[in-house]
């Protein structure tokens, strides 16, 4: 469903959209024009329609579903690219770590043998790795998107009414 549809279904101007959504009213005009909304966009809307992104970028079958398409293809690519760029993160960091902790270990044992000094870095950074492992993964659904969208609305609705 289009972002008009769901601001006509509230009976709302496009001007009182922007306002309850932070966005301009501008941005509002060009999505409903069938310009690409950004991800923080989309989020905004979600958020005051009350409704997932991605109800926000199904396809209409009444308007031009390449359009929509496209449009969910590039939002794809996107969180592909993300994604990616992420797991690349990872791999580096993990690959750093077996080659400069075994170096720091030697030079601890080589320069303060009565003291392990050693033992903090390589504890710290098998911690962070783990945390971004999780993070890249998604594993228990740890700030994932379900996560992200609910803090989303949660700090949108404290700001609606601190105004």
């Given amino acids: ?68 398409q496209s449009a969910i293809d590039a ?12 797991l690349k993160g990872f791999h580096i960091s993990w690959m750093a770590y077996v080659i400069i902790i075994p170096a720091l270990y030697a030079l601890n044992v080589f320069i303060t043998p009565g003291y392990m000094w050693v033992y903090w870095p390589m504890a710290l950074w098998a911690f962070a790795i783990v945390i971004q492992g999780v993070i890249v993964f998604g594993l ?9 969208q609910k803090h989303f609305e949660k700090r949108l609705n404290r700001n609606r009414w601190h105004k």
């Avoid at 959504?21 to 024009?33: C, K």
């Avoid at 228990?140 to 992200?148: I, K, R």
Wanted: hydrophobic share 35%.
């Fill in 140 to 148: 228990f659904g740890v700030l994932g998107g379900e996560w992200e």
């Fill in 75 to 86: 939002r794809a690519e996107e969180e592909a690219l993300e994604y990616v760029a992420n």
């Fill in 1 to 68: 469903m289009s972002v008009k549809k769901y601001r006509l279904e509230k009976g709302w101007s496009q001007e009182h959209l922007a306002e309850t959504s932070g966005l301009s009213t501008r941005t509002i005009q060009r999505i409903e024009q069938g310009q690409k909304a950004g991800l923080e966009s989309l989020k905004c809307l979600a958020a005051v329609f009350e409704v997932n992104i991605s109800d926000l970028i199904q396809e209409d079958p009444m308007n031009d579903s390449n359009g929509n």
